[in-house]
């Protein structure tokens, strides 16, 4: 069961460095989405969690990257 969820973690990580900029333009138009039927009532919440969830991708990524030096 470890080695299945290193490999989920893995391709997490592999997929966030590949497309992580596709990601976070989607989780941007999610909030705006979001933002928009709820007509701004949440917009400081929306913005948080679509920062927070950028930052993540992004720390994925550069997790992926790193992992990819270490297998060259």
Do not use: N, P
């Amino acid at each position: 069961m470890f080695d299945a969820l290193k490999q989920l973690k893995d391709r997490a990580e592999d997929l966030a460095e590949a497309h992580g900029d596709t990601v976070s333009e989607g989780l941007e138009k999610v909030g705006d989405f979001i933002d928009g039927r709820t007509d701004g009532k949440y917009s400081a919440k929306i913005d948080t969690a679509v920062d927070k969830a950028q930052d993540l991708v992004g720390k994925l990524g550069e997790r992926g990257a790193a992992g990819d030096q270490g297998k060259k």
